[in-house]
């Protein structure tokens, strides 16, 4: 057993001991949803004041407003019941370092783990790589507050979410822990 694997079921074996939440309903009680990246330093919980069964956390790199995220927040809309969406990226954003172009590029040479230095990124070893790279939009990142504005732009004019739900716009500061609200996103999102 790996030290991760053995290292999660203990704390989970913990949490259950004392766990006290299996009556929370299944719509979220606060009637919204989050969606912001996977960066390991966001915690949505701590930066928004959640407990569990408050809200939908939707997850992916650089929080994008992917086919499967908008299709998480019509889910928990239609379903569920939410009323207002957030859509928050972050400082220091690793969706920021690389463009498809390069992701292709070390896809293709190699499926290892690539390495990042002051002259960009670099595979550490041969092959095999795949081409099947090329054929995924990456959703890569130039500018946070446009992208911002980009993605609610994307779930407000999408022809399954409704106009009268809210899509605030905001960035993740990761060195002061604040949210930073994209007023055109917001603006756009009303």
Known sequence: MSTILNE?????RDYAT??????????????????????????????????????????NAGGRASDDAIRSLVISYKLLGTREWFVVHHTDCGMETFTDEIMRDLLGSSLKTASVDADGWHDCCEGPGSAE??????????????????????????????????????????????????????????
């Not at 004041?49 to 939908?56: M, V, Y």
């Not at 995924?136 to 779930?155: G, N, P, Y």
């Not at 822990?177 to 007023?183: A, C, D, S, Y």
Request: with cysteine.
């Open 8 to 12: 999660v079921l203990m704390a989970n």
């Open 18 to 59: 004392n766990f006290d939440k299996g009556d929370l309903p299944m719509p979220p009680g606060r009637h919204f949803a989050i969606l912001t990246c996977m960066d390991a330093r966001l915690d949505p919980a701590k930066y928004a004041g959640l407990s569990e069964g408050d809200a939908h956390v939707i997850r």
């Open 133 to 190: 790279g090329k054929y995924i939009d990456w959703l890569t990142i130039k500018d946070q507050a446009q992208s911002v504005l980009e993605d609610v732009v994307r779930i407000k004019s999408h022809p399954l979410v409704p106009s009268d739900i809210p899509v605030y716009g905001y960035i993740y500061d990761v060195k002061s822990g604040r949210l930073i609200e994209v007023p055109e996103a917001t603006a756009a999102g009303a």
